[in-house]
């Protein structure tokens, strides 16, 4: 059962990055343009915050080069959720189910996480921000002179993906008020997400303590990259500090999961009476 | 309710079975000032609609079956409840003897949906891209579906626009290839919500002519709901009617004359413009000196009538039509409208 899954995942996430490569390949002008705004677009994100610490030799109490590995880390994290989110709003749910698009769904002989954790994956239009983001965390590793150790890779990858999860339950969770509230909640997740991602750039070390708490559980901005970086930094003395990002995320997912079974039983029960065309498929 | 008991049924197997099915939704009621904004807000007013009331059916392997009824008479939510989209309130369904709820992805294997104002296409893409999608989404082994692309592009002439994107086919080309598209699996049985909904005559007819195939050749079953009467007498075997939730009648197309009294027209056409003195029937139309009536033929035997017709001076031609389907499902609407 477990091997026909994993197998089903690979010939599903094989068959989207054709159809990723296909859906750019279809013209020339379409490619470079898409392209070239996929560089733009990355390099804009990041460049505010590196100038403004770079000017100004760091922020709080951190020096540049650890702005600059927590700007790429959160680039990272923003890289992945597109990489295998993006792709036919499946990172943004409160879309699908305020477009009454969630129907789509219920046809395919597939479960709906296996669904959601496949459509999303666009490897080629949707890969910038990882690369940049590898690229800008490799060259701060360099500047830190940190001692890059297996244990350390193991320590920065569980980290990256504990976020993404954090990131992807986040989108679920309010995701899950379209069910309510079909049109009012359409966007839920973009706007919330977005809030975030504004938010996550700001290390908290000289904020107060009233504000880093409020930023590491209710809006947990800080979950996303900063925290994860004081542990890789080691600027966080504490060895339990490193279960807290993961308890966190799987607390997270666990509720983002029961409030999506809440609302699909009411779904089930109700219905949406709303069906937009646009939306479901790029 | 009307059932019919004659209809031939060769094979016994159920493939739909609906049973004491009833669904209700909430409508939000709301004033548009005052005060009735402000109770509404604190206090809003629901009111019940009963889509589905009690409705209870059965479909058997092989049939072809039309739903109809009337704008908001509960079709489309039927058509939901089977494809597991939505729960009833009360009642049992089955199709293909799983439970559209509970065991959805092997039904889903087996099964075909259409809305017809919906595409499952893949609108950035490729026809044949989105037939791909299909393949490796539902497994389908490489023979079988090379057999059914080969048989659903000839039959429904798709090759011109196999390497189309879906976003620059037409409306009658777009519902041609999502028709394709939920056959490439060997559905056993298929749900089909208005296919032919805004599409012109030729589309229509090569439809039509598509889905008799399916039935006759593969032994499909099949429901379909249209708001087209002819189109769906024209497929079906068998017709089950709703009205405000309720099954009112079960049977043959040609059953429902009997319930509305075999109304037929004569045209008269007369020499003069004369308004010829025909007893038997009410006036329609009369132009020119053509004359049309409606005879009730359950009431006035057909004997009577020509004997009657043959006593009129000054007749050139006469016409005899039974009443269009589509006049008589309206006149049962009609009738239906209100009934508790």
């Known amino acids: 059962m477990v091997k026909q899954s994993i197998r089903r995942y690979f010939e599903l996430m094989k068959l989207y990055a054709q159809m990723d490569l296909g859906w750019l390949l279809r013209d020339t002008l379409f490619a470079v343009l898409a392209l070239s705004a996929d560089v733009v677009g990355t390099v804009s994100s990041i460049s505010g915050l590196f100038l403004l610490s770079w000017r100004l030799g760091g922020i709080g109490e951190w020096q540049r080069e650890q702005v600059l590995f927590m700007l790429g880390f959160a680039t990272l994290v923003s890289g992945l959720f597109q990489l295998l989110f993006t792709g036919n709003n499946t990172g943004h749910f409160s879309r699908r189910i305020g477009r009454g698009q969630v129907e789509h769904m219920w046809i395919q002989p597939l479960s709906f996480p296996m669904q959601l954790l496949t459509e999303g994956f666009l490897p080629f239009t949707a890969s910038g921000n990882v690369i940049s983001g590898t690229l800008i965390v490799v060259f701060a590793t360099t500047l830190l002179s940190i001692d890059v150790t297996f244990v ?16 992807v339950a986040i989108s679920y969770l309010v995701s899950s008020l379209a069910f309510y509230s079909p049109v009012q909640a359409e966007e839920i997740s973009t706007y919330v997400l977005d809030s975030l991602r504004h938010l996550r750039n700001f290390p908290l070390n000289a904020m107060p303590k009233s504000l880093q ?59 949406i009476h709303r069906y937009l065309v646009h939306g479901h498929r790029r | 309710m009307f059932k019919q008991e004659s209809i031939d049924i060769s094979c016994t197997d159920i493939v739909v079975n609906v049973q004491q099915v009833s669904k209700v939704y909430m409508q939000i009621q709301r004033d548009l000032a005052g005060q009735g904004l402000i109770k509404g807000l604190l206090q809003p007013q629901k009111k019940k609609i009963n889509a589905l009331e009690d409705l209870s059916f059965t479909i058997h392997k092989g049939e072809f079956v039309a739903y109809a009824g009337p704008n908001g008479a509960g079709k489309s939510t039927t058509m939901k409840i089977l494809a597991g989209m939505l729960l009833p309130n009360q009642g049992t369904v089955s199709v293909l003897g799983l439970s559209p709820h509970l065991d959805r992805i092997p039904l889903m294997r087996k099964l075909g949906v259409l809305f017809g104002n919906r595409t499952e296409l893949w609108w950035d893409h490729p026809i044949q891209q989105s037939f791909e999608w299909k393949r490796v989404v539902w497994d389908i082994p490489k023979p079988i579906y090379q057999e059914n692309l080969a048989l659903v592009t000839d039959l429904l002439d798709l090759r011109p626009i196999l390497k189309t994107y879906a976003r620059e086919l037409s409306y009658g080309q777009r519902m041609k290839a999502d028709l394709a598209m939920m056959l490439l699996h060997s559905p056993e049985c298929i749900l089909l919500d208005e296919p032919t909904l805004g599409l012109d005559v030729v589309a229509k007819r090569r439809m039509i002519d598509f889905l008799k195939y399916l039935n006759v050749q593969r032994g499909t079953t099949i429901l379909v709901t249209s708001h087209d009467m002819d189109d769906l007498q024209e497929m079906a075997h068998r017709i089950l009617m709703i009205s405000n939730g309720r099954l009112v009648y079960d049977g043959h197309f040609e059953g429902l004359r009997t319930i509305t009294g075999n109304m037929t027209r004569i045209t008269l056409t007369m020499n003069q413009e004369i308004e010829p003195g025909f007893e038997f029937g009410t006036l329609l139309e009369a132009s020119q000196g053509v004359y049309q009536f409606e005879v009730d033929l359950m009431r006035y035997p057909i004997e009577s009538v020509l004997q009657h017709l043959s006593q009129i001076q000054g007749i050139q031609d006469i016409e005899i039509n039974r009443a269009p389907m589509e006049q008589v499902i309206s006149e049962l609407f009609q009738r239906w409208k209100g009934t508790p």
């Open chain 1, 152 to 167: 350390w890779i193991l320590q920065f990858v569980g980290l990256l993906l504990t976020s993404l999860v954090t990131v």
């Open chain 1, 213 to 271: 708490v409020t930023l590491l559980s209710v809006i947990p901005a800080g979950m996303i990259a900063w925290y994860p970086t004081t542990i890789l930094l080691n600027t966080s003395q504490t060895s339990w500090r490193m279960s807290v990002p993961l308890i966190y995320s799987v607390v997270l997912s666990m509720l983002a999961l029961t409030a999506i079974r809440k609302g699909l039983r009411y779904y089930v029960q109700t219905g």
